[in-house]
């Protein structure tokens, strides 16, 4: 199994070029997988349709709500496939079972007198301040994913074009327009200020870093709240 589980996620790298957040999230799917398949002693070759129902039915008895249970059945489908495909096994035990229902919700966001709050909360007489604010600033007004962010560099940033260039999901590359507000705050990218650190992994920001510490400037009740800063909001004084 453990060996099965590698290919399929050298495959996923190497040929369908994946990004490292999507293979992590793929991995520690199939540990959960392959924990169930050692506990039953059973090898891919040997599922049937009803253990991978009595999976996604231990998923549930731990308390995973069903997007996450759904996440998991489309991973193994894929490892599945791919065993069926690389001549592993004969039958695709997942392809006729059914994918859990869920009710779709509008997405949580911050309203305009949060973000005030927010962008208001750094320190912009410090060093690390200064980047907190551009980088609030920058998530805020582009709607960029934090690990986009992270990997930014200075020659990114096209201020005279009024976009910067980044790498996104699958390795691809975008430009993405910028607001006005960006070249006051992009003094720290451009190396007239720098921070202690010269780089910032995707983990950095959202656990310890200032995107998780919204929640507790603006004393919001919802812990996902913090999250939609990501998202594109709408602002009617049209600042970005």
């Given at each position: ?8 996620l ?5 040929e369908?070029g ?5 293979l992590h999230?793929?991995r520690r799917?199939?540990a959960?997988f392959?924990?169930?398949s050692?506990?039953r002693?059973l090898?891919?070759?040997q599922f049937?349709h009803t253990?991978v129902?009595?999976f996604?039915?231990t998923?549930y ?7 996450t249970?759904?996440r998991?059945l489309v ?6 496939r791919f ?9 695709d035990?997942?392809a006729?079972?059914q ?14 007198a949060?973000v005030?709050?927010?962008l208001?909360q750094?320190?912009v ?9 551009a980088?609030?600033?920058?998530l805020?007004?582009?709607g960029?994913r ?6 930014l560099?200075a020659a990114d ?5 009024g976009?910067?260039?980044c ?18 705050s992009?003094?720290?990218g451009?190396?007239?200020r720098r ?11 959202w656990?310890?870093?200032v ?5 507790e ?6 812990p ?6 990501e998202?594109?909001i709408?602002?009617p004084?049209?600042?970005?």
């Amino acid at each position: 199994m453990e060996s099965d589980i590698r290919a399929f996620l050298n495959y996923l790298r190497v040929e369908k070029g994946l990004s490292t957040n999507t293979l992590h999230a793929y991995r520690r799917d199939l540990a959960k997988f392959a924990a169930f398949s050692a506990k039953r002693g059973l090898t891919l070759d040997q599922f049937q349709h009803t253990n991978v129902v009595d999976f996604l039915r231990t998923l549930y008895l731990k308390k995973l709500d069903s997007r996450t249970v759904a996440r998991h059945l489309v991973t193994i489908r894929h490892l599945f496939r791919f065993a069926f495909t690389e001549g592993i096994i004969k039958e695709d035990p997942a392809a006729n079972v059914q994918a859990p229902k869920f009710r779709r919700s509008l997405p949580e966001f911050l309203s305009v007198a949060d973000v005030d709050r927010l962008l208001a909360q750094p320190d912009v007489n410090s060093t690390l301040g200064l980047r907190d604010k551009a980088m609030i600033e920058l998530l805020y007004s582009t709607g960029l994913r934090v690990s986009e962010l992270c990997g930014l560099k200075a020659a990114d940033i096209q201020t005279e074009a009024g976009c910067l260039r980044c790498i996104g999901k699958g390795n691809k590359e975008r430009l993405v327009p910028v607001g006005r507000a960006l070249p006051v705050s992009g003094t720290v990218g451009r190396g007239e200020r720098r921070a202690e650190s010269d780089c910032m992994d995707r983990s950095a920001v959202w656990p310890e870093g200032v995107v998780e510490r919204s929640d507790e400037m603006l004393a919001m009740p919802s812990p996902g709240a913090a999250g939609s800063v990501e998202l594109s909001i709408a602002d009617p004084k049209g600042r970005f």
